[in-house]
């Protein structure tokens, strides 16, 4: 036998007969099959709305914030929630970019500080008061933020490559920066990235 | 949607929902889950696995069609020639149809697929429910159209949505006496033709077999055209398959079967047009018609879907248009040796 | 793929894994049985089943676009339906084409390549559906084609079938726990009702407190007063004084009944949650049969490999165990089966000349036991432990002195220690390091006790008892400064007030004597690397000595708080191992608490530079110096702690202006760091109350604060601040050198 192909029927052909028997349905019948079509129009029309993802390249949603007077953003995809920082408990030993763990609903999630896990010049000291809850999967941890600037779109097209020297940050770690000076990170390779995730023993 | 795997009913549903057509109002993964829910939510389309557990989608089928009929679309991965059979059995039980399972989300075609799917089940949720054969009435004057003296050695059919039942009946109204060969071109999803065949043949009682090219055509067989190929038969009572390009979207075509019928039998063959939708063989009816032919279409009430055969009565390219039993009457007359 | 669809894929495959691993262990269930040889009605279903499985998984993968697994359905699809329709019967070749499709199923399902599958793989199974339909007669070409792949050399334990995140549960177990929770919800009424007596009691005080300011007002203003008033003056003093002590026997009297209100909730609520969470055990028992089903396929595989024919045979498997302890004894289990086969059981010819069946007999057994425990026996019919190479091998490794004699038992348990783990008496599983050592730790760390039995021809025996289930954790509360921990209780060996004259020095380490035997000692600030809290030179020294099988240490601590249950919970899962730290638990308020790890901090203990102990080193002379830091962050106030506490001073935090305002005044301090952007009272506004109030007013204040202008900075100085620090260019040492020079 040979290779099939999926089946084609006459669709469209299909369709303008059902059209037409549509249309002389209208004439003879109640508004009921009118305003049924209507409905059926309107929320085409409404899903139509919805920004397609692949209009004219493609898009990335991000959760923009402010850290040590620094615009950072990262993929709302990857983000889980947002906690206010109350209560800090400090894990003495941990690496220090660790900052500690929280308690959010009863599920303990581990803080870092992105400057610290950079190596970036830490200039003063600033009121890191929200977690950012990053998740892929399994991996889960908090990142702390002075403060949250909200959720945008932006186009691909707009995140150029970074400048080695501007951000101090690892190009692997970066899609890019912006013409407003918007680092976005590149959260999933955060995330998955081996440094990230502590592995310690005590030598005997 | 009637599904046992709970993977396959999520993408269903999801592929479904994503419609703003169509609105999926209950799962269910059994069979006698599907029963409970038909009575409860009365949905315009059930698409239903034939191999579950506790009751499978035959007897669900069936259930359903006896105490609150709707539409009812099998949905099957399989393509073992028996499991397909079997599948078909559904139709016995009420069913409107057979469909592959689509492709899953990542798969290159699965645009197509899914594309394909959707507008199934829209234009089936047309088809209306309750379809009454009538029983046979009008006998045809046939003598008018034999007048010509001409010997009928062939009788080709062309269906598509609807067509596996009404050739079962058909099929199964051919005496032993019945000595014509028949070609037929069934529009079915990739995969099926064997097992249809292997169905078609049990539950008719008549010989079915999948042509094969360069067999000859016997009487008293019918050969179905294999799916992904275009059916041809030869002035020297040949099957003749070929991979030419699909017309109008469709391979095998009933056109390309009733263009080479015309062309090699002339007003020798007989041939019918069955319920389907689109335009496939309705202006290769009248063609045959032209040639001398006797040529029949399927009346709208007894259609699943009035498309091909009405395309046909519109192009004046049937003789007579008739109920299932009546064709069956028809062809008896034309093809029975007393 | 748009990125709706990928999240939905996400979705899907996850109900995909979650379906496929149920098909596949069922079918892992259904073929052995069918392999039983059961009567025909029997065997028709299994097969219709088995065909089900097969083609729901097909389904299934093909929805998630698996195409492999697809294929492997399809073809097994194909078999069993032939089975189904009488056109083939049951044979050893059909059994085997479904495990090997079962096989190539598993790597495929966990989302790792296949094991080293030969390229004939695949041929074997499609030829043998067409070969046997053909008739079933030419069986002699499938076969060898079909036990071809199998001859390969290695064949890696079947890869872990997928873990399920889900369990089955019963519903009248979950009907039972959701009785209790629904109970549960009375309790919030308890504390609703405890609450608001408590802000009422909170009112009553707030109206008395604004009185007895009134009369004190008065009183001061008597003061200046004529004396010819006095006695009208006292008149009204003491009808303020008989009110007030009127209110509050009012007040107290309230207390009380809030008090035995507060104490009932407490023993109800005790009682709710301790029956909630023994029926939520009992939840998730899970029967050994979920664990054990695997293991038919196992001893099979196993006994290809080596040649020897081997049955299983499983007793007991319907008792239910806890299913955390149920997950942690399926390594120890597959270890104990490969051992058994690979070198208990002899080989045929062997047992044939010992007088043995020619085929070994592997069994495991399940009973329960008292006291709410489980007895595991694996015990094999093979040549038993060798007594001569243990001798052997325990010399060499020296856990057996020369000549030394031991009975039989001793020299069984032996086979525990670690340094028989890599001895070849004993298999091990190569890559992964286990050995019965780890068997054992793992069972002890469930809190259960592993032996064997062996006899010299006959066989062995495992004898593994466990507890039904996992007890809860018990830890002693301990703090350092205002930081608290919490040390497991089955770590503590004892907990002890000791003089600090009775700290020796043994070998340049501190130590003391504990019930007669002398004890290294060290500071757990020290082996945590947290800065030593101040305490009084000769104040007795509150110590918990912490062991294990090894060592014990005595960790001198600032106050232990209490021994209580809690509850374990993870650090999450990018901490997947800290040093000294094993997991957090939550106490009261929400507030996390480490768990500490004892054999780190006795490792670790080993390590700290002995400090010399019991004499503070000599600290710098600002060393009495208390300080303020009020911040509303968390992480700058505990930035600016952890940099005061290391330079010496004693520093207390406030989160607000008001409650540092509040602080001042009640304690004595030397100093007050502030942040100026705080709720309810800003630091500006401290700074005014500070300069106003008569106790505070000399008060150095430093302020830290993230506004720059020259206005800010001005304000700053009008309001009486002493320094003015920008956070912004923050730098340690600028203000260690403010504070020095203020103070």
């Known amino acids: 036998m040979t290779a099939s192909t999926p089946k084609r029927i006459d669709w469209t052909a299909v369709r303008e007969r059902m059209a037409a028997a549509e249309a002389t349905l209208r004439e003879t019948l109640e508004p009921s099959s009118q305003a049924h079509q209507q409905v059926l129009q309107q929320r085409a029309r409404q899903m139509a709305q919805v920004p397609a993802s692949d209009a004219a390249g493609e898009t990335l949603e991000v959760l923009q914030f402010v850290l040590a007077h620094e615009h950072y953003a990262l993929a709302s995809r990857f983000v889980d929630e947002v906690y206010p920082l109350r209560e800090l408990t400090q894990l003495p030993g941990a690496p220090r970019f660790v900052l500690g763990i929280v308690n959010v609903r009863g599920r303990i999630v581990s803080v870092i500080d992105i400057k610290r896990f950079f190596d970036l010049p830490e200039r003063g000291v600033s009121d890191l008061n929200k977690v950012i809850i990053l998740r892929d999967g399994s991996m889960e941890f908090g990142v702390l933020a002075d403060v949250i600037e909200g959720v945008n779109l932006l186009r691909m097209s707009e995140i150029q490559p970074p400048l080695p020297t501007l951000t101090g940050i690892r190009a692997e770690y970066l899609h890019g920066v912006t013409a407003q000076r918007l680092i976005v990170l590149d959260a999933q390779k955060l995330i998955r990235d081996p440094a990230m995730v502590i592995n310690e023993t005590v030598e005997s | 949607m009637v599904d046992d795997s709970p993977s396959a009913l999520e993408l269903l549903v999801y592929l479904l929902n994503g419609d703003p057509e169509l609105q999926v109002i209950g799962t269910a993964s059994n069979g006698e889950e599907a029963v409970k829910a038909a009575r409860r939510l009365k949905p315009d389309v059930i698409t239903m696995d034939i191999h579950m557990p506790l009751v499978d989608g035959f007897a669900a089928t069936r259930s359903i069609m006896e105490e609150c009929p709707t539409r009812i679309v099998m949905v099957t991965a399989s393509v073992v020639p028996r499991e397909v059979s079997a599948t078909f059995k559904a139709l016995e039980a009420g069913a409107l149809t057979v469909i592959g399972r689509p492709l899953g989300l990542g798969h290159p075609d699965f645009d197509t697929s899914m594309r394909e799917l959707l507008q199934t089940i829209k234009l089936l949720s047309e088809v209306s429910v309750v379809r009454r054969w009538s029983h046979a009435r009008n006998h045809p004057p046939l003598e008018s159209a034999l007048a010509s003296g001409r010997q009928i050695r062939l009788v080709a059919i062309g269906a598509s949505t609807g067509g596996p039942l009404v050739l079962r009946d058909v099929l199964s109204q051919l005496p032993a006496t019945f000595t014509l060969p028949i070609v037929i071109v069934q529009h079915i999803a990739a995969g099926f033709a064997a097992g249809f065949a292997e169905w078609l043949g049990q539950s008719s009682g008549f010989p079915v077999r999948l042509a094969e090219h360069g067999a000859p055509i016997l009487g008293r067989c019918a050969y179905l055209a294999p799916d992904g190929v275009h059916m041809e038969v030869t002035a020297g009572g040949q099957v003749r398959l070929t991979s030419g390009p699909a017309e109008h979207g469709l391979r095998p075509s009933v056109a390309c079967l009733f263009r080479s019928v015309a062309q090699a039998y002339g007003g020798n063959a007989v041939g019918v047009l069955l319920t389907g939708m689109g335009k496939d063989g309705a202006q290769e009816l009248k063609l045959m018609r032209n040639a001398g032919a006797v040529t029949i279409a399927q009346d709208e009430e007894s259609c699943v879907v009035f498309g091909m055969p009405g395309e046909a009565v519109k192009l004046e390219a049937a003789h007579f248009v008739l109920a299932p039993d009546d064709i069956a009457a028809t062809l008896r007359r034309l093809g029975t040796q007393p | 793929m748009t990125e709706k669809e990928e999240r939905f894929l996400q979705r899907l495959l996850a109900t995909f894994k979650v379906e ?691 206005e800010d900075r001005e304000h700053g100085i009008n309001v009486g601040a002493d320094a003015y620090i920008v956070k912004g260019s923050f730098d340690q040492g600028n203000l260690l050198e403010v504070v020095r020079r203020l103070l």
């Open chain 3, 20 to 710: 496929a691993s149920e098909h596949l262990q069922s079918m892992l269930t259904l073929l052995p049985e069918l392999e039983q040889g059961p009567d025909a009605a029997a065997e028709a279903t299994l097969i219709e089943t088995l065909f089900r499985e097969a083609h729901s998984l097909k389904g299934a993968a093909r929805a998630v676009n698996q195409r492999e697994i697809e294929m492997v359905c399809h073809d097994m699809e194909q078999l069993l339906s032939s089975l189904k329709y009488g056109e083939i019967t049951v044979s050893p070749e059909i059994f085997e084409t479904l495990y090997q499709a079962l096989d190539r199923l598993q790597p495929l399902l966990v989302g790792t390549p296949a094991p080293a599958a030969p390229t004939t793989a695949p041929v074997a199974t499609n030829p043998v559906p067409a070969g046997v339909v053909a008739g079933g007669s030419a069986v002699a070409a499938p076969a060898s084609s079909a036990s071809g792949p199998v001859a390969e050399a290695t064949r890696a334990v079947p890869a872990e079938p997928v873990a399920s995140e889900t369990v089955r549960i019963s519903t009248a177990k979950l009907t039972a726990l959701l009785n209790q929770a629904e109970e549960l919800h009375a309790l919030k009424f308890g504390a609703a009702y405890v609450a608001s007596e408590i802000a009422e009691l909170s009112r009553g005080f707030a109206g008395w407190r604004k009185e007895w300011g009134k009369a004190g007002k008065a009183l001061r203003g008597s003061r200046r007063g004529r004396a010819r008033d006095l006695a009208a003056q006292v008149d009204g003093l003491l009808e303020t004084f008989e009110q007030g002590d009127a209110r509050l026997r009012l007040l107290d009297e309230r207390l009380q009944r809030i008090h035995r209100s507060a104490e009932q909730e407490r023993r109800s609520m005790a009682g709710m949650i301790d029956g909630l969470l023994d029926d939520m055990k009992q939840a998730l028992m899970l029967p050994f049969s979920s664990l054990l089903e695997l293991f038919p396929k196992l001893v099979r595989d196993l006994s290809r490999d080596s040649g020897k024919p081997v049955e299983l045979v499983i007793d007991g498997a319907a008792i239910e165990i806890d299913r955390r302890i149920l997950e942690q004894m399926k390594d120890p289990l597959i270890h104990l089966l490969r051992n058994a086969i690979d070198h208990g059981i002899e080989k045929a010819e062997q047992r044939s000349q010992h007088g043995k069946p020619a085929q070994g007999r592997v069994s495991i057994t399940i009973l329960p036991q008292d006291g709410n425990q489980i007895e595991i026996a694996v015990a094999d019919d093979g040549g038993g432990i060798r007594h001569d190479r243990i001798r052997e091998v325990a010399a060499r490794s020296g856990l057996l002195r020369e000549g030394e004699v031991s009975d039989d038992e001793a020299l069984q348990a032996l086979v525990f220690e670690s340094g028989f783990s890599t001895s070849p008496i004993l298999t091990d599983i190569s890559g992964r390091g286990l050995g019965l050592a780890i068997v054992r730790e793992k069972v002890e760390k469930l809190g259960g006790r592993i032996k064997v039995e062996s006899q010299q021809g006959q066989g062995t025996c495992f004898r593994i008892v466990l507890p039904a289930t996992l007890a809860t954790f018990r830890g002693v509360l301990v703090s350092i400064g205002d930081r608290q921990f919490v040390l497991p209780s089955v770590n503590v060996e004892r907990v002890a007030r000791v003089a600090r004259h009775t700290v020796s020095t043994v070998e340049n380490r501190d130590t003391i004597p504990i019930d007669g035997q002398i004890v290294g000692l060290v500071w757990l600030a020290d082996v945590l690397g947290l800065v030593r809290p101040r305490s009084d030179d000769d104040a007795p020294l509150q110590v918990v000595v912490l062991g294990n099988a090894l060592r014990r240490i005595a960790f001198v601590v600032d106050a232990v708080l209490a021994d209580q249950e809690v509850l374990v919970k993870p650090l999450g899962p990018q901490l997947q191992r800290l040093r000294n730290i094993a997991a957090a638990t939550v106490l009261g308020a929400g507030k996390l608490v480490p768990i500490l790890n004892v054999p780190d901090l006795l490792l670790s203990a080993i390590r700290v530079a002995p400090a010399g102990g019991a004499v503070q080193a000599s600290a710098p002379e600002h060393q009495q110096r208390s300080l303020l830091v009020a911040d509303d962050s968390v992480t700058s106030r505990s930035l600016f702690k952890n940099i005061l506490e290391t330079a010496g001073y004693r520093v207390t935090t406030a989160v607000d202006g008001l409650d540092a305002l509040t602080t001042l005044r009640v304690g004595q301090f030397d100093l007050v760091v502030s942040d100026v952007e705080m709720p309810r009272m800003d630091g500006f506004e401290l700074a005014t109350q500070i300069r106003r109030d008569s106790k505070l007013k000399a008060l150095p204040v430093v302020l830290v604060t993230a506004l720059d202008s020259r």
